[in-house]
């Protein structure tokens, strides 16, 4: 080992990580284009998607490098990588109760199928997880169930982020109390409420050598 990787080295016996590749999860809708945005414009400016109330309207994995996120006492760089919703079935109808013909529907589900097919691969490339959940939604679905215990199964560590506290009906400590074990952070990725905390815990969680 030379000199430079053994410098490297002992740095992040000390130090922790600092480059890290961050995977947005979640369902459908949750919100998890409009965070990776959010993200991104606070740290460096720019977009990483487009945002829609359709659902599944990110069909292929969006990223964005090197974005440096800071707290009072350290920076973190981050790649994020914002990921088709996770969905257990895809049903064609769905999309065309948004105005879409047959043909468009049947094809947007496929493309969303494939997506959930990505995400999920994406995993074996991703040192952590922010898996966003719908904070006005009951969260013990099959969905949030089956994403976690991939995500634990695999060690990676994770964030919830209880999404959409702004809207009313938000019960961010529902997913507080049903997911005890692991840190959740109340947020509005649309109004960057609480947005702060959940930069504070990226830093701190995600920073940490394995």
């Known amino acids: 080992m030379g000199l430079?990787?053994?410098?490297?080295?002992?740095?992040?016996?000390?130090?922790?990580?600092?480059?890290?590749?961050?995977?947005?999860?979640?369902?459908?809708?949750?919100?998890?284009?409009?965070?990776?945005?959010?993200?991104?414009?606070?740290?460096?400016?720019?977009?990483?998607?487009?945002?829609?109330e359709v659902?599944?309207?990110?069909?292929?994995?969006?990223?964005?490098?090197?974005?440096?996120i800071k707290n009072d006492k350290a920076s973190l760089v981050i790649d994020i990588v914002d990921t088709p919703g996770i969905a257990t079935k895809i049903d064609f109808h769905e999309f065309m109760e948004y105005g879409m013909d047959e043909e468009e529907a049947k094809r947007r589900a496929k493309e969303a199928t494939e997506g959930v097919i990505e995400a999920i691969k994406w995993l074996d490339n991703i040192d952590g997880v922010i898996l966003l959940m719908d904070s006005t939604k009951n969260p013990f679905t099959q969905v949030n169930i089956t994403i976690l215990g991939n995500l634990e199964a695999r060690g990676l560590p994770v964030i919830i982020a209880a999404n959409k506290i702004d809207?009313?009906?938000?019960?961010?400590?529902?997913?507080?109390?049903?997911?005890?074990?692991?840190?959740?952070?109340?947020?509005s990725a649309l109004t960057g409420a609480?947005?702060?905390?959940?930069?504070?815990a990226m830093v701190r969680k995600f920073g940490k050598k394995k």
Do not use: C, M
Not at 167 to 187: M, N, R, W, Y
């Open 4 to 52: 430079l990787n053994r410098l490297s080295a002992w740095l992040l016996s000390i130090f922790g990580k600092k480059h890290v590749r961050i995977g947005i999860y979640g369902p459908p809708n949750a919100g998890k284009t409009t965070l990776a945005n959010r993200i991104a414009q606070d740290w460096g400016g720019g977009t990483v998607g487009e945002v829609s």
């Open 55 to 68: 659902p599944h309207e990110t069909r292929k994995v969006q990223k964005k490098g090197n974005v440096v």
């Open 167 to 187: 809207l009313d009906g938000s019960t961010p400590a529902t997913l507080k109390s049903a997911f005890p074990q692991h840190e959740v952070i109340p947020i």
């Open 194 to 200: 609480n947005i702060d905390l959940l930069y504070e």
